[in-house]
């Protein structure tokens, strides 16, 4: 004699079976046709990528698209509002004393792309606009740690430092 529990087990392992067999039975509906070049079911779903014939480049992207950001170094202060309005942290900064006293140098400026969510508040707080949207969207590497990519000038070299004191001293120099 079987007990009811032992029963309503039975029920509930071949009733997840049927459902089992039913779900695949869906699949293999959807993919024979495929398969074998049935009629309208075989109809090219998939975008071949790059693509060979539209080839879409960067100028059919919406002006305002937001690709991978670049910093013109030049133009940034160092001033540190992007790094601190990032949501994920993933701008590094670091400034040091450059030629200019009145400028930083910024020794270190790096987004990693891994983490970043292309929010765009960087950009909308960088005030001098150095920071920017490009609208490359192609960003594939083979290391995530390639992901991280550098803007920054570099860290002052002591024979650099030595070299700015210097012309600091004659009087023709102008920053
Ligand atoms: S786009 Fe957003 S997530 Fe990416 S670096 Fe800027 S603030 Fe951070
Ligand atoms: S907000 Fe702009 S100027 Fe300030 S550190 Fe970032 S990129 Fe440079």
């Known amino acids: 004699m079987i007990s009811g529990a032992i029963f309503s087990a039975i029920v509930a392992y071949f ?44 100028d059919d992207l919406p002006p305002r698209t937001r690709g991978l950001l670049f910093n013109d170094i030049e133009r940034c202060t160092g001033c540190l509002a992007c790094s601190k309005v990032c949501p994920v942290g993933c701008i590094e900064i670091e400034n040091e004393a450059g030629p200019d006293p009145e400028k930083k140098w910024v020794a270190v400026f790096s987004v990693d792309f891994s983490q970043c969510i292309f929010c765009g508040l960087c950009v909308e707080s960088c005030q001098p606009a150095s920071l920017m949207h490009t609208k490359q969207y192609e960003g594939s590497v083979y290391r995530v740690s390639d992901l991280k990519v550098g803007f920054g000038r570099g860290h002052v070299t002591q024979e650099q430092r030595e070299k700015w004191d210097s012309m600091r001293k004659s009087e023709d120099f102008v920053f």
């Open 15 to 58: 009733r997840g079976l049927g459902r089992g067999i039913a779900s695949s039975l869906r699949a293999v509906k959807t993919t024979v046709p495929y398969l074998v070049g049935w009629g309208e079911l075989r109809k090219e779903i998939t975008e071949q990528y790059p693509d060979p014939v539209s080839s879409r480049t960067e």
